[in-house]
């Protein structure tokens, strides 16, 4: 095979999964999306114990999200329309002594009104969602965290697809 073809054949290789991302019809709920809130939720003792802390997760998801061209809401502007989109990250840590170890579940979502066409109301529904759950030993936990920032990048990825259509 020549050398220009094969490196035709790999680009588009390369493309197929972003173009296929592109299309995804259940990133349809995402359109129209300008900024989002980030909330985190109450963290167990197991998992400050391990490490995790709410404004190191704070920091990190909006960092990831700020990276990639996202706007953050404020609490100010959250306080003003309730029907802001809220990414809300949840992570739950619980920790077995036998073993040593931790089981980490983390799951980020988004919340965003939605029109519920039968009942003729508005309500807040989860319309995009990510998650795990691993064991980790103590050494691994930073591993969780960056799976947390992952999640995020996932997020944001899917956020910026949706709007190019």
Request: aromatic content about 6%; charged content about 25%.
């Amino acid at each position: 095979m020549r050398p220009r073809a094969a490196l035709s054949l790999l680009l588009l290789g390369a493309l197929i999964p972003s173009v296929a991302r592109a299309q995804d019809p259940s990133l349809a709920s995402l359109r129209g999306i300008v900024a989002v809130a980030v909330q985190i939720d109450k963290l167990g003792p197991d998992a400050e114990e391990s490490g995790f802390d709410q404004p190191s997760l704070q920091t990190a998801v909006e960092g990831r999200l700020r990276k990639a061209g996202i706007r953050i809401y404020s609490a100010q502007e959250l306080k003003k329309d309730a029907r802001s989109p809220i990414l809300h990250l949840k992570v739950t840590v619980h920790r077995d002594y036998s073993y040593r170890t931790y089981g980490i579940h983390a799951l980020l979502s988004l919340s965003q009104t939605v029109y519920v066409k039968d009942l003729e109301m508005a309500t807040m529904a989860i319309t995009w969602s990510k998650g795990y759950l691993i064991t980790a030993t103590p050494e691994k936990v930073a591993d969780a965290k960056r799976d947390i920032e992952d999640m995020a990048d996932s997020f944001a990825a899917d956020l910026l697809a949706a709007r190019k259509k």
